[in-house]
């Protein structure tokens, strides 16, 4: 079920902290560390695979079923205008961590489109000031 040396599935089981949005039977979701936008969450199967190529359709469909609602609640938290949904497979897609993950990265100006730079935002916030947006975002989930 979980790889032992696999960072987010350390995050599932609490062995590294994180800042948790959402969390079910299937499903983990918690605040990327880069903050690229303000609310940019990482949604992940509590089932460890690797990326797209190895996961199992019933794991993608209990991984996907959350995320309308993870969705919907940073954008009502933040106010969020817009919002992409990226996902990384493989080193040449530019994948870093290898356990299937979904970025949820709600934009908040027109301007900034499909476009927007990459940039981590890591050092603007404390793991005090992620686990408050966190907490902000988690209310605004629809149960
Ligand atoms: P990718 O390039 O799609 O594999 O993205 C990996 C993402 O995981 C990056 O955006 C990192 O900022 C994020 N990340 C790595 N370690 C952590 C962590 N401990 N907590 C939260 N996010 C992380
Ligand atoms: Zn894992």
């Known amino acids: 079920m979980s790889h032992e040396d696999c960072i987010f ?5 609490g062995e590294i902290p994180s800042a948790k949005v959402y969390e079910d039977e299937h499903v983990y979701a918690f605040l990327d560390i ?3 936008t303000k609310g940019h969450t990482l949604v992940i199967p509590k089932q460890h695979t ?3 190529y190895d996961t ?3 794991v993608a469909s209990n991984l ?31 994948q870093q961590v290898f ?7 709600p934009k908040y100006s027109e301007e900034e489109g499909f ?6 935002h890591a050092d603007d ?17 629809a149960n």
């Not at 599935?9 to 089981?13: A, L």
């Not at 356990?99 to 990265?105: D, E, F, M, T």
Request: charged residues 15%.
């Open 64 to 94: 996907f079923a959350a995320v309308p609602r993870i969705a919907n609640a940073i954008k009502d938290t933040y106010g969020a205008i817009g919002m992409n949904l990226l996902n990384n497979n493989e080193a040449a897609a530019n």
């Open 115 to 120: 476009s927007a730079i990459w940039k981590t």
């Open 56 to 58: 199992p359709s019933e």
């Open 9 to 13: 599935c350390k995050i599932i089981k």
């Open 125 to 141: 916030y404390s793991m005090d000031d992620l686990q408050h947006i966190a907490q902000e975002i988690n209310k605004n989930v």
């Open 50 to 52: 690797r990326n797209l």
């Open 99 to 105: 356990h299937l993950h979904l970025h949820l990265l």
């Open 34 to 36: 880069s903050q690229v």
